[in-house]
């Protein structure tokens, strides 16, 4: 069964750090990780999900929502069929549910989401 597993959320406190992962599994991603583009989303209570950072299929190219200022950095292993979001200097507005999608890059019907991990930010 093809799904992505989302890991890494948590309490944690002003201005730390925290890595979240996004890990590919099925038939699809075993053999082609590297065909799929991967995106991060989050989602505060009642609002939709807004897109915070991409990463292209090969792992090397990246774009950023630009009110994130360069804190979050996103990486993409496709030897081992998972992607990551790092956050750093993290704020309470970071507070959200992350998301991470994985979108095929020839075929776009091919796209899968992950479940969403809460990141609460105190102060």
């Known amino acids: 069964q093809v799904q992505l597993v989302q890991s890494g959320g948590g309490l944690v406190q002003l201005r730390v750090s925290l890595r979240l992962s996004c890990a590919a599994s099925?038939?699809?991603?075993?053999?082609?990780?590297?065909?799929?583009?991967v995106r991060w989303y989050r989602q505060h209570p009642d609002l939709e999900p807004e897109w915070i950072r991409g990463?292209?299929?090969?792992?090397?190219?990246?774009n950023y929502a630009g009110f994130l200022k360069g804190r979050f950095t996103i990486t993409k292993n496709n030897t081992e069929n998972t992607a990551y979001l790092q956050m750093n200097d993290l704020r309470p507005e970071d507070t959200a549910v992350y998301l991470c999608?994985?979108?095929?890059?020839?075929?776009?019907?091919?796209?899968?989401w992950g479940q969403g991990v809460q990141v609460i930010v105190s102060s």
């Open positions: 999608d994985a979108k095929h890059v020839l075929h776009p019907d091919q796209q899968y």
């Open positions: 099925g038939c699809p991603f075993v053999e082609s990780f590297g065909n799929y583009l």
């Open positions: 990463i292209d299929s090969a792992g090397v190219s990246t």
